[in-house]
């Protein structure tokens, strides 16, 4: 859930993107973002192509953030919204080392 929570308001970042962050794969993302995502901004963590499946739950805080569905009403636009990932690891790195984790760097 760290990562997720560092993820900025009016910005995204895919399953993928989460894995490569930490150390796990996508699918295992999905699995602990739906078991563990209530504590976390969940509505920040999309597929590969911007979709979000619970977006209707989203869509107000999508809003809220300024994060804008597509024409086609199933996502966003990843370029348009991705958070910066080399930002994001950076952050990701300190917060992990804050709290005592050892964290694979590349």
């Known amino acids: 859930m760290l990562a997720a929570s ?7 970042a895919s399953y993928g993107d989460m894995g490569a ?22 509505w920040r963590v999309v597929g590969h192509d911007g979709v979000l499946v619970p977006l ?7 809003a809220e953030e300024g994060i804008v ?8 636009r990843m370029r348009a919204f991705r958070a910066d990932l ?14 005592g984790w050892s964290v694979a760097t590349d």
């Not at 080399?86 to 709290?99: D, I, Q, T, V």
């Open 56 to 62: 209707e739950k989203a869509r107000p805080r999508w």
């Open 21 to 42: 962050l930490t150390g796990v794969g996508p699918r295992q993302v999905g699995a602990i973002m739906r078991e563990h995502g209530a504590s976390a901004p969940w």
């Open 86 to 99: 080399a930002e994001l690891a950076a952050e990701y790195r300190f917060a992990a080392a804050e709290r």
């Open 6 to 12: 560092l993820v900025p308001p009016g910005r995204v």
């Open 69 to 76: 569905v597509r024409p086609d009403g199933r996502g966003c």
